[in-house]
């Protein structure tokens, strides 16, 4: 395969990857492209798809590795953590809030006392907010 087909190979891939945005088309295209560089040294056409295997190979794990460490620590990053909201009443360890405009449904966390007043709001369960009292 000649270096021109690699190089083919790499645009066609940016394309997909411009289209859909998941960037594992972009570690396809890098690694094509690579290839591409590298094919006039290796001119055996089964050392250059094992080139391009094993590069795409190692970037897709990386991109996946490293998604799944951005995802897992994902809620630190979110703005609503620790915001105030008031309630006033509980039904059980339920309570309808107004949060950002909003009406939210609440739960209280885990051990915390079921009073009304002042929560701090301390994770999310899907679109619930968890809320604890404030000192």
């Known amino acids: 395969m000649s270096l021109l087909f690699w190089a083919c190979t790499a645009v066609v891939f940016l394309i997909i990857e411009l289209a859909t945005g998941t960037f594992f088309f972009l570690a396809l295209a890098l690694s094509a492209g690579v290839t591409a560089l590298v094919a006039p040294v290796l001119q055996d056409t089964l050392w250059q798809i094992c080139l391009a295997c094993a590069l795409s190979l190692f970037s897709c794990i990386g991109l996946a590795l490293r998604k799944k460490r951005r995802g897992s620590g994902s809620a630190g990053n979110n703005l609503d953590i620790g915001q105030s909201v008031h309630v006033s009443e509980w039904k059980g360890r339920r309570a309808r809030v107004k949060y950002r ?35």
Do not use: Y
């Open 101 to 135: 405009g909003t009406m939210w449904d609440a739960v209280l966390k885990e051990g915390a006392p079921c009073a009304p007043g002042r929560h701090r709001i301390v994770g999310f369960d899907s679109s619930t907010l968890i809320l604890e009292p404030e000192p």
